[in-house]
């Protein structure tokens, strides 16, 4: 029950969350999703890398938070304040970095193209996740097969601007 909320069926997510994060995806399958999608739109795509993600979140000032230092529980979606599950991508305007890159902290972690030894490295963190976890340089690692229901992705682009 509580993955099945989650859970794409037919190619499509569950109804009433098309904006949604996506998860229950592996690192393989987030990779794929940003070649495929590059592909598409003529251009290369491609996970992050966990210092691409971590500059996003930090900022020139090396901020602990995307917004400032101080953890600020109406800024991103946790256990501290959020919903108990996900929420539409860029819920938390408020919680945009000096970039103005949403959702950095809080929602779902995500997948980065680092390795850390046999396991790849996520940033971020997920609407279960207590103060601190989203801090701009934490930074856990999980397998590349699993599948977890606070784990998404992002895609970039190389070139400026991305």
Same mark, same amino acid.
């Given at each position: 029950?509580?993955?099945? @909320? #989650? ?13 949604? $994060? !996506? ?17 598409? @739109? ?28 101080? #953890?600020? $529980? ?13 929420? $539409? ?6 919680? *945009?970095?000096?970039?103005? !890159? ?12 680092? *390795? ?9 963190? *997920?609407?279960?996740?207590l103060p601190g976890v989203g801090r701009g340089a934490s930074f856990e690692a999980r397998p590349k097969a699993v599948r977890? !229901? !606070?784990?998404?992705? @992002?895609?970039?682009?190389?070139? $400026?601007?991305?």
């Amino acid at each position: 029950g509580e993955v099945a @909320r #989650f859970a794409w069926s037919g190619g499509k997510p569950p109804d009433g969350r098309e904006d949604h $994060p !996506v998860v229950l995806v592996t690192w393989s399958e987030a990779d794929r999703y940003c070649a495929w999608r590059g592909a598409l @739109r003529g251009e290369k795509r491609r996970l992050p890398t966990a210092d691409e993600l971590e500059k996003a979140a930090r900022g020139e000032d090396g901020l602990a938070y995307p917004w400032g230092n101080a #953890f600020e $529980p109406d800024k991103l979606n946790s256990a501290v304040k959020g919903a108990g599950d996900t929420m $539409p991508v860029g819920s938390y305007a408020a919680g *945009a970095s000096s970039y103005g !890159v949403l959702d950095l902290a809080g929602n779902v972690f995500q997948w980065t193209s680092t *390795a850390d030894g046999d396991q790849m490295v996520i940033k971020g963190s *997920a609407w279960d996740s207590l103060p601190g976890v989203g801090r701009g340089a934490s930074f856990e690692a999980r397998p590349k097969a699993v599948r977890d !229901v !606070v784990v998404g992705f @992002r895609c970039a682009a190389d070139g $400026p601007g991305s």
